[in-house]
């Protein structure tokens, strides 16, 4: 779990893993394997931050589906503000019988938007899986826009 958000989970409750899939299906397998929750919730960034991350996270998200038992669900990559709103939405309804957990493992907007929502439920846990190597020479290019929001 991520210092600070370990959430208050009971152990007379099920877990409820809600993954914000991104570009590696691995990590977010391996983070189902360590938490064995009894649901799963994968989400899928759509729309994306950038149009031709959409296929490579499909592609990523397709391989997760084909390896284990999960629900899917979309959420906006693109955006703080919506993407909120929308986890907002899917973890009402769980709140009250389970334990939540989210892994934010997508967009920094989307990551940001799961801050915003542990921020509000201190019950929920977050979580993050390390990676087993870190691309230094070609993990980021940059972008020509800048995205703001109101985070207040």
């Known amino acids: 779990s ?10 007379s409750r099920p877990t409820v ?16 394997e360590e938490y064995e929750p009894s649901q799963v919730l994968l989400g899928f960034g759509d729309p994306p931050t950038t149009p031709s991350f959409l296929t490579r996270n499909l592609s990523e998200h397709k391989l997760v589906l084909s390896r284990t038992d999960v629900k899917e669900f979309r959420f906006p990559a693109n955006s703080i503000s919506d993407c909120t709103a929308a986890l907002e ?3 009402q309804p769980l709140l009250r019988s389970a334990n939540v957990v989210i892994a934010p ?13 542990a921020e509000r ?3 929920i846990q977050l979580a993050y899986c390390l990676p087993g190597e870190y691309n230094y020479f070609d993990y980021s290019s ?10 207040t």
């Open 121 to 123: 439920h201190r019950e």
């Open 142 to 151: 940059g972008t020509s826009r800048i995205f703001l929001e109101d985070l």
């Open 105 to 117: 493992m997508c967009t920094k907007l989307s990551t940001l938007a799961v801050f915003n929502v």
């Open 89 to 91: 939405q899917l973890i």
């Open 17 to 32: 893993l809600i993954v914000l899939s991104g570009f590696e299906g691995d990590r977010t397998v391996k983070i189902i």
């Open 2 to 11: 991520i210092v600070g958000f370990s959430g208050l989970q009971q152990g």
